[in-house]
Every structure is written in structure tokens, then in C-alpha cells.
């Protein structure tokens, strides 16, 4: 198999980022500091499916509740609450995963009980502007992961929040080894022949179903779908994750142009993390255009955006309201096209020298 | 507990191929990869027809020195079946790795490991019958992400040992061999980091 000669590069965006390898470093050893100090406090929060913020009404309940000692304390929902009942200790993971993210996300064995563990990913919120800034991010992306979860959107696990009363705060999730995310996998040979990579057809089709799905439920986003919040397992579902940016609700908001802002601003993140190439700094893509040479439109309409259109169009026909709720789609469609193409135009524009 | 896994759950017994992006199924070989179980708790098999005496002698080595993937499970009608890690895949549909750091396995450790690998696989009969790996290599190697930092995350997947192929060459021939097969499989991801693969090639333990 051959692949196009690009020069040599790299699809993780930390390898530009100053001094990575101190800043992964200090983050694990932070990390493990804070863990056999934790007094483990319970996180008891109920998500309310019917309300129209589920996550922000999460978080202030969580917020009015949570007790504050000077010491650091690990917030644990309740089936982890029982288990760490003694001192706790981190052994980190080397691995390929999650370089890509923004938060310098780790990985490790969370030892429990002498002779317990629980592998996790622990997502590090550091304070930057502010402490309850910072806090307010980290239980976004706990009860983000919450909700999704509620709504069987595919969130990761969630497990607790850690507040080392210093700078730091830290969202836990169950680390699911066998997850992969799109931005771990190799796109150079897939397109235009994706007819002979069907696997990899699949995995866009499969993704297209599950974003369709998430934008026809009322007023819901994602907010940080790019390719590394995209992830495939060997049972071969295809899911967003980390949902610390999106909000969830079942209900419509009397703005429509609000909406389409949201669902606009997902797929501009999606399409520019597949058009651009793997070889351009901090913001590199999977560069899965690089051998279009015609309108990069047309492949993306290829890959992912007809079969979004489609289940999309085909859940606004059914259940209430569904004359109204066409007729925006529609609308919504008419923009979305004109729009997408125009975002795909600037990008091959600023992108396709870098193609053979 | 993911809401996907709560949802199979509730399945009844399924046998499913793996997805093509973790699939190390061959037809080549007869290789079949499958996810069997009860809902939520599937675990992740490879069948293959048993191999004849001289390849079974290397796969014995192979799993002596924990090279091979997965645990031997049973033989049932001349199959072998091995239980795998079920996040198991092969390295060849990888991205490109090149960020450096203390807990980040990039592709120059990944390199570095195969290079290893393949010269533990050529002296799995010993030095005086030494086997070259004649498949596709990147089809054939396992990526166990996410391990402790002593632990081994690259195997050569069951059935490989179908691949070895009695050389004569020197082992300057065969390295050269390996080059130029690594490069056509990786293309773009194997510039630049040949001398990891040379590294590991030329100083695997014994």
C-alpha cells in the first residue's frame, strides 16, 4: 500500500507546542502528588432529562452542594465512591492516544484497596483565568460526559472531579483502551477511492448517523467536533466524545438562527479537521482531500455530508410538530450547503499546495 | 459503564466480526477475528487452521518469549483460537506519531519495538535457521495502547508465524528487505525514522 508522499509530519498538534514533553511530564507528576492526599467525598447528582439545560442545572446543583476544606478532595459519583475507601495511588500509561488534546490529557492506573486498580484518563483543567473559571470548565466537561451518557449520545465514563485546592482541577473518566478516535488513523489513502476502503466508508457513514442524530434533538451541539473528539471501537460503533463544550436539550429554542449557528459551527470544526493536512503545525487535520483535485465539496458531500442530510431530513419527518420542523430543516440545509462550500472552497484555497 | 455497552447489554449471545479499522481477520490465511460474548461482556478471538510442526515450533517461541498476542485458547476442528486484548490493532492504519515525551509511545518507539520484534521472530529457530517475515508487516503487528512503562505494547498477531520464510540471506540482506517493505507500507510515516527500525533490528536481546 502506498501512501502520498507528504513531507514527513505529524497529524498530533503537540509536537509544536513549547516544551511538550515538560508539560506532559509535570502534569503526571502533579497528578500523582494530589492522589494519596485526595479525601474521597461523594458526587450525588441527578441529571433532569426533561429540563432544558440538563448540564448547566447539574452543575449548579452540584455547585450549591459541594463542601470546601482546604483539602484536596476527590467529588466520586457513587458507584466509584464506594470503592475508594483507603489511600489511592496513580501509576501512569505511556501511549499513542490523546496527544492531540487540548487539555494534555493522561492516562493511567488509579490503585485502590492495596491490590485494586481502575485504568483512567484524567483531563487536567489548570488555572489560567481564574479559579472558578477553571472549575466551571472542569465540571462542564464532568456533567458534559454525564448527559451525553444520559442520552446515550456516547460519552466516556464518568468517574469524579478532583479540586487539589491549588491551581488545578481534574475531570476522571473511565479510560475505554479499546476506543480509538479519527485523528489516530491514517486517512492519506482513503479518498477519492473510498469505494475500495469500506471499513473506512463505514466509519463516516456511521459518524454522520450519530451527528444527525445529536442536531435533530431539539437545541443539542457538540461544540468541539473535531476528528479527535470522534471515536470507533472494534464492535465498530462510531460516537462523539468529550463533551465538556456541548450542551443537550430535547427541546427546540424560539431562535432558529441560534441553532444554526451551533450546528453550523460543528461541522465547519469537522470539515476543517478532515480537510487540513497532516503537516501544518498546531491545527493539523487528516487531510483526507489532499488528492481531490476538483471542488472538495463534492467529496465531502461524498464521505459525510449526503448521509447526515439524509437521516437528518428523515428524523425531522416524524414526531411532533414535523410540518414546522421540515420546513426549518430545509431552510437549514439551503444555508448549511451554502455555507459548507464556502468554507470548502477557502480551504482548498489556503490548503491544496500541499498536495502532490 | 458506557451507554453502548448498556445497550448491549442486554443482547443475547453474538458473534460479530471486529471492525475493519482493529480487524486482523486474512483471507490469505483463513484468519478470522471475532467478538463473541454477551452483551457487554465480548471478548475478542482470533481463529486460525493450525499451523503444520516447523511453524508451530516458531509460534512456541513466540509466545515463549511473550512476543505473540494474546493467550492460546483451544483447538476445535483444526482451528486455533487465541484469546486477544480486544482493543487490539494492526499498526499499519495508524497516524503519524512524532511528539516526544516521557508517557507518549510515538513512532519512534514504535519502530524501534518492530525492529526488535522482527529480529526475535528471524532467530525464533535459532541462529542456524533463521526465518525471514515474508507477509505484510503492518497487517500482521499488534498495537496494545496504553501500557505501564516496562510493559511490551507490539506483538506479532497469531498466524504471522504462517509468514516466516527460511532464509539464507545475511542479515545486512534481509534488514535491507525490511526497509523497503517498510516503506512501501508506510510510506510518508517511515521517513525520517528508518534508524529507529535499524536501532531495534540490530540490538534485540536474545
Not at chain 1, 509535570?26 to 467525598?41: G, H, M, N, S, Y
Not at chain 2, 532464509?167 to 512501501?184: C, G, P, Q
Amino acid at each position: 500500500m502506498e501512501r502520498h508522499a507528504l513531507e514527513p509530519s505529524t497529524s498530533n498538534n503537540s509536537e509544536l507546542i513549547p516544551n511538550f514533553q515538560n508539560l506532559e511530564r509535570q502534569r503526571i507528576e502533579d497528578f500523582t502528588e494530589v492522589v494519596p492526599k485526595l479525601d474521597a467525598r461523594l458526587l450525588n447528582v441527578e441529571i433532569n432529562l426533561s429540563s432544558k439545560q440538563p448540564k448547566e442545572e447539574a452543575i449548579n446543583t452540584f455547585m450549591n452542594t459541594r463542601i470546601r476544606t482546604g483539602e484536596p478532595i476527590a467529588y466520586l459519583a457513587p458507584e466509584y465512591h464506594k470503592l475508594f475507601n483507603g489511600p489511592m495511588k496513580f501509576e501512569p500509561y505511556k501511549s499513542q492516544g490523546g496527544k492531540a488534546s487540548r487539555h494534555g490529557v493522561i492516562f493511567g492506573d488509579l490503585e485502590f484497596n492495596e491490590h485494586e486498580s481502575i485504568s483512567i484518563a484524567i483531563k487536567p483543567f489548570q488555572q489560567v483565568e481564574g479559579r472558578a473559571k477553571t472549575e466551571l470548565e472542569c465540571l462542564s466537561d464532568y456533567f458534559g460526559n454525564a448527559v451525553a451518557n444520559s442520552f446515550n449520545l456516547g460519552g466516556l465514563e464518568p468517574i469524579g472531579i478532583i479540586d487539589d485546592t491549588k491551581n488545578n482541577f481534574y475531570s476522571l473518566t473511565v479510560l475505554q483502551r479499546s476506543l480509538d478516535t479519527f485523528d489516530n488513523i491514517d486517512w492519506s489513502d482513503f479518498y477519492p477511492e473510498f469505494n475500495n476502503n469500506l471499513g473506512m466508508q463505514e466509519l463516516w457513514l456511521k459518524a454522520a448517523h450519530s451527528i444527525a442524530l445529536l442536531h435533530s434533538m431539539g437545541d443539542s451541539y457538540h461544540g468541539d467536533l473535531y476528528i479527535r473528539n470522534i471515536a470507533t471501537n472494534p464492535e465498530g460503533w462510531v460516537f462523539p466524545i468529550d463533551w465538556e463544550l456541548g450542551e443537550f436539550s430535547c427541546s427546540l429554542s424560539r431562535d432558529f438562527e441560534e441553532r444554526y449557528a451551533e450546528r453550523f459551527r460543528d461541522l465547519k470544526q469537522l470539515v476543517r479537521s478532515m480537510s487540513i493536512p497532516v503537516n501544518i503545525g498546531p491545527l493539523s487535520g487528516a487531510g483526507i482531500f489532499m488528492e481531490v483535485r476538483d471542488d472538495w465539496w463534492n467529496a465531502f458531500n461524498d464521505i459525510f455530508f449526503a448521509e447526515y442530510k439524509s437521516w437528518r431530513m428523515d428524523l425531522a419527518s416524524h414526531g411532533h410538530h414535523r410540518a414546522q420542523i421540515l420546513f426549518e430543516t430545509k431552510s437549514e440545509f439551503d444555508q448549511l450547503e451554502l455555507d459548507l462550500r464556502n468554507e470548502l472552497t477557502n480551504l482548498r484555497q489556503e490548503y491544496s499546495l500541499y498536495s502532490n | 459503564m458506557t451507554s453502548h455497552e448498556k445497550i448491549s447489554q442486554s443482547a443475547e449471545y453474538t458473534e460479530v466480526p471486529v471492525s475493519k479499522r482493529y480487524s486482523f481477520a486474512s483471507p490469505d490465511l483463513l484468519r478470522l477475528d471475532v467478538l463473541s460474548g454477551h452483551g457487554g461482556h465480548q471478548r475478542r478471538f482470533i481463529e486460525y487452521p493450525s499451523p503444520n510442526e516447523a511453524h508451530l515450533a516458531i509460534r512456541e517461541s513466540l509466545i515463549s518469549k511473550k512476543l505473540l498476542l494474546g493467550e492460546y485458547e483451544s483447538t476445535i476442528e483444526f482451528f486455533d483460537k487465541f484469546k486477544v486484548p480486544n482493543g487490539s490493532k494492526p499498526i499499519l492504519h495508524g497516524a503519524i506519531v512524532r511528539t516526544m515525551g516521557d508517557y507518549t509511545y510515538n513512532d519512534m518507539n514504535l519502530f524501534t519495538d518492530l525492529g526488535k520484534l522482527l529480529r526475535d521472530f528471524g532467530v525464533s529457530l535459532g541462529e542456524d535457521n533463521y526465518v525471514e517475515f515474508a507477509g505484510n508487516i503492518g497487517l500482521n503487528v499488534a498495537l496494545v495502547d496504553y501500557t505501564q512503562q516496562k510493559e511490551r505494547g507490539l506483538f506479532l498477531v497469531p498466524g504471522s508465524e504462517l509468514y516466516a520464510a527460511f532464509s539464507t540471506k545475511d542479515k545486512n540482506a534481509i534488514l535491507d528487505t525490511y526497509l523497503e517493505k517498510l516503506h512501501n507500507e508506510f510510506g510518508i510515516r517511515f521517513n525520517g525514522i528508518e534508524q529507529s527500525f535499524i536501532d531495534g533490528f540490530q540490538s534485540a536481546e536474545r
